[in-house]
T-cell receptor
């Protein structure tokens, strides 16, 4: 089946630094990728939708200058957490929509655990 | 807005027991309904789905029926295995126009030998 990878799987950084998380669709082309944030015992919260070659669409309450999303190719989207602070510590999950498989088919990455000290 | 409510976990069962994980939803339109499963250290995988009322989704022994009258999509399995231990997410997406997945909080299932 379709596979989505994320890198890194976990990262620890100091407050004030920036962290980049990559999301790749390994065996299919993804015109649309989604970034979610998951807190402990909470549901996945959609942060933004990124379409290849265009600007990301952010959900209400998500700071676009804080969470920079780039979707430069059909197989790669990146999320950069800029000037990270402890409250940004969370589990970040991406998903990719297979452009050939229909609008309700999304494949999820394994997630990236971010800890900001 | 749209929302999904799942029973809180963890659900702890012995192997071969019957499983039910309740899921109810509210939606402004006509949704498709999904169950995703997340095994430890892995991403979410689509387990099953149903796109209209009275549809039954099934996969790997799991079943769920789209009940419009009760706005429910309960997940069931007749005989669970240790390997079914995971977190299960109920989700919906509206069928009309551009829409994104709305998830429940997830229910952890722990199956002991």
């Amino acid at each position: 089946g379709a596979v989505v990878s994320q890198h890194p799987s976990w990262v620890i950084c100091k407050s004030g630094t920036s962290v980049k998380i990559e999301c790749r669709s390994l065996d299919f082309q993804a015109t649309t990728m989604f970034w979610y944030r998951q807190f402990p015992k909470q549901s996945l919260m959609l942060m933004a939708t990124s379409n290849e070659g265009s600007k990301a669409t952010y959900e209400q309450g998500v700071e676009k200058d804080k969470f920079l999303i780039n979707h430069a190719s059909l197989t790669l989207s990146t999320l950069t957490v800029t000037s990270a602070h402890p409250e940004d510590s969370s589990f970040y999950i991406c998903s990719a929509r297979d452009r050939l498989a229909g609008t309700d088919t999304q494949y999820f990455g394994p997630g990236t655990r971010l800890t900001v000290l | 807005g749209d929302s999904v409510t799942q029973m809180e976990g963890p659900v702890t069962l012995s192997e071969e027991a019957f499983l039910t994980i309740n899921c109810t939803y509210t939606a402004t339109g006509y949704p498709s309904l999904f169950w995703y499963v997340q095994y430890p250290g892995e991403g979410l995988q689509l387990l099953l789905k149903a796109t209209k009322a009275d549809d039954k989704g099934s996969n790997k022994g799991f079943e769920a029926t789209y009940r419009k009258e009760t706005t429910s999509f309960h997940l069931e399995k007749g005989s669970v295995q240790v390997s079914d231990s995971a977190v299960y997410f109920c989700a919906l997406i509206l069928n009309s126009g551009y829409s994104t997945l709305t998830f429940g909080k997830g229910t952890m299932l722990l199956v002991s030998p």
